[in-house]
């Protein structure tokens, strides 16, 4: 769970752990994350022989599975008495004092270990006596850490459903690709970004012909398939695999209408922009998909909306050039702008 990042859940963690330390009297203090095949060490307070953050413990692991087992009790001040003698526990070191009692995380299959170690302590009645007294303790430290891990939990769950909302505000339902909200805002970071390393981009315009007329003749089901026809072959000609990145060293591709597409590519002129054109129609119209398409190439980013409107009506003047369904390939009626 630990990311070496100083969150308010780590410091919280790493504060118990230093709190245990003192009280007791420990050479040091984990945390140990076994919930992953081999664990791992999460914290660590003081100073432990071959313990180290973010690495596994083979003794730690030996520690979890006798606490989880019942094999050993919580607060042991003679480890060489104990079923811990057994086992080769932090180097040999003997005598040596373990507390160590497992942490628990409502609602998580995490399982962690709060373990301390003593390599001071000498096993006398009286020491004894005082290490056990200190149960309640050792049981409070745990609640804290538990505590701390159920609000870092919590506050996952939370960076999920903003993440999550953030994509349904963004993305379009029917194809996964950016809606016009999306579409907006990537635009915006284009514009403010600037086209970086790229001399130019190319805005294209999409509009899928006799959709209406598809779906009074041949129902909701054949327009909606034929939406998605076209979305998943856009997004092979604008590469795109997630369809909300708004990474402007990437093309990027929306579905800003119900029969309407937006899509943006680096480096691409007018040629290149011409052939891409012809090529989506081409293939689309091999998948029983007419399309109208405009284009618009812009060298400078603040040109960008003007690039946009002149796509948008390069796309109109196409669709009113050609009949709805009966669009042969681009040929020469080339429709582009430049900025």
Known sequence: ???RVSTPHNIACRQVLEFLRSELSLSGCVIYNYSEEHGVVDFIAGSLPGVVEGK???SLETISRLIHTGRCNYIVPDASQS???????????????????PIVVAGSSQ???????????QANDQQNSDLLSRRPLLEFCKAQIEHANESYLRSLEDIYTIEYLTDQAYQDAMTCLLNRNGWEAAIASVIGNGFGFHECVTVFVIDVDGLKALNDTKGHAAGDNAIRTVATTLQRYFKI????????EMPFIA???????FGLLFDCDDEAAQAVARSMSHELLQRGVSVSIGFACCRSAR???DAIVNADEAMYLQKSRLEPMQHDLLGDQKVSGSN
């Open 255 to 261: 579905r800003t209408g119900g029969d309407e597409f």
């Open 303 to 305: 040109k960008l909306p």
């Open 111 to 121: 399982k962690c270990l709060l373990c301390g170690v003593s390599f001071d302590l």
């Open 1 to 3: 769970m630990n990311d």
């Open 241 to 248: 695999e997630d369809g909300a990145s708004l990474t402007v």
């Open 83 to 101: 079923a811990y003698s057994q086992h080769s526990v932090f180097c040999d070191s003997n005598p040596v004092a373990i507390v160590a009692i």
């Open 56 to 58: 596994s413990n083979t």
